[in-house]
């Protein structure tokens, strides 16, 4: 079991040296940062409308209508935005046994294979998530409470998320094959 202390620092983003692909990678980098700075005010602003309804509700005895969506819409904006971020670092979760086990050679070829599978999919996710987004913003659908936020706003921050991951993810593939020398 880790408890976190015997762990190394993260490294930084893998990133290419030189040309257009680092060029990408820095202006991605600067901009995961910039939405990581976003995401945790809005992390922030739902811990204070979940305290604020808590203290509204058992003192002042007020109902608050709003306050469960709003926060569950930063939330899911946080999180989405995030994932981008989380990929540069190769922070999401993986299963190291297999590759502990593998000759270098043959993991630079898995780490390969796992990132097109996983660009592959996220793809495809941020595809449908944008068809979501477009569906709620032309239909004009809103929640089912009384509050009624639009749709759109959480689906369009899932859409926006999933597309940076989505690049993200194309910077890393392009990177393997950018570099003679894959590092693990």
Known sequence: MSHGFELNPAKGPEMAESGILANAGRFIARLNEWVMA????AIMAAACILTYSVVSR???KVST?????ASVFLLVGAIFMCCAYVQSYRGHIGIDAVASILPESVNRIRRVIVDIASLAFCTFFSWKSWALFHEALVGGHTTSSSFAPPLWIPYGLMAVGMTNLVLQLLMQVLSHFARKEVTA
């Open 38 to 41: 976003a995401a945790t005010f």
């Open 58 to 60: 058992y003192f002042l």
């Open 65 to 69: 209508d709003w306050q469960d969506e």
